[in-house]
């Protein structure tokens, strides 16, 4: 092996993560490579340094009753979570759905459309000459149409009659 | 090991138990990816709380310690979230100091700042390994690895703070 591939490995060498004929390898040529063994001193020097982070007293700084204080605030969440909403609110909130239903039924009431007769395409558009064949709602009288009922003319030739029944 | 059902079943005592076997692992898990003893502590209480919060949804069949760790770890980048936006008084350089403090620093130092060019995944491995020698197929077995995945993690892992080292503080390999 060359000494790049042997560098390499040797943190995990250090570490003793290798396989153990890659390890009796590794060994065989740290015995006559001095760059290698001088590599291996920097390793180490890092391996120790992570060790000191990592094993030092303050990583065991978590407070010993770290149970207890964990357990005592999910307590302390409990009511939060059984936690209901005050009938009051509750009856406050479906007033207020309510009122808004009710609103809008009596708003489209107010503005409800009377009814209307729409008449196509009427030929010299006076209304005397308008048929009401089939129609559902009583024909009006020509004169009683001209007497109760708003006469709207859209275009040429189409009116709009609206009047109360 | 602690029974995963007396945990299921909202068991104080198995709780504690598990607290006493698992917290050093989980902080030096946190303080890895953290690399701040404060934060690092903060973080295992609030992994501990989601963990006991979420217990009827235990897997008897899972590694319980597989899953606080993922938990620790959601926790942990959640904070390195929220810090991004913000810094630390003493991430504030001072002038004048800092090719002072270079030739001053220790390894134990240089290492943690090594630690900070890896990737949070790198960062837990070579955490797990230094805490107590925990070997390739443990730390595998905790964040679902196979042994060799986890050694070519560390291998690259290490080769990265190395060069981090040499680069930034060439009077180390002197």
């Known amino acids: 092996m060359k000494c790049k591939e042997i560098q390499d490995i040797l943190s995990l060498y250090h570490q003793g993560l290798l396989d153990t004929d890659l390890a009796e390898q590794v060994a065989r040529h740290l015995s006559h490579c001095e760059s290698c063994k001088e590599a291996l001193m920097q390793e180490k020097r890092i391996s120790d ?7 030092r007293d303050e990583m065991s700084s978590v407070p ?13 969440e409990l009511p939060v979570k059984l936690h209901r909403r005050s009938p009051v609110k509750l009856i406050f909130r479906f007033g207020a759905v309510a009122a ?14 009377s009814p209307a007769v729409e008449i196509d395409m009427v030929q ?3 209304v005397r000459t308008v048929l009401f064949s089939d129609s559902p709602v ?3 009288q020509i004169r009683e149409v001209q007497r109760k009922a708003t006469v709207t003319r859209l275009k040429e030739n189409v009116i709009w009659i609206s009047y109360k029944n | 090991m602690v029974d995963t059902k007396r ?17 050093r692992l989980l902080m030096s898990v946190s303080y890895g990816i953290l690399l701040n003893t404060e934060d690092a502590s903060d973080a295992v209480q609030d992994a501990y709380l989601r963990f006991w919060r979420s217990r009827e949804r235990l897997d008897s069949a899972g590694y319980i310690k597989a899953y606080l760790v993922q938990i620790l770890k959601n926790v942990c980048l ?3 979230k929220k810090r991004a936006n913000t810094v630390g008084m003493d991430e504030i350089p001072e002038q004048g100091r800092r090719e002072n403090t270079s030739s001053r620093l220790d390894d134990k130092e240089l290492v943690s700042r090594a630690m900070t060019v890896l990737k949070e995944k790198e960062r837990m491995i070579v955490a797990m ?9 443990e730390v595998g077995e905790i964040l679902g690895l196979s042994p060799s995945t986890v050694r070519s993690h560390y291998q690259s892992a290490r080769i990265r703070m190395k060069n981090y080292i040499i680069r930034n503080f060439p009077e180390f390999v002197r």
Do not use: C
């Not at chain 2, 945990?7 to 917290?23: H, N, S, W």
């Open chain 1, 64 to 76: 010993e009753d770290i149970a207890e204080l964990v357990l005592e605030k999910s307590q302390r």
């Open chain 2, 129 to 137: 390994i230094h805490y107590e020698n925990l070997d390739s197929a």
């Open chain 1, 124 to 126: 010299d558009a006076p």
């Open chain 1, 138 to 140: 009583r024909t009006p």
């Open chain 1, 49 to 55: 340094g992570l060790n000191d982070l990592f094993g």
């Open chain 2, 78 to 80: 959640s904070m390195l």
């Open chain 2, 7 to 23: 945990l299921r079943l909202g068991d104080e005592d198995a709780f504690r138990e598990f607290v006493g076997e698992t917290k």
């Open chain 1, 100 to 113: 808004t239903v009710l609103l809008t039924l009596w708003l489209s009431f107010l503005f409800r459309h």
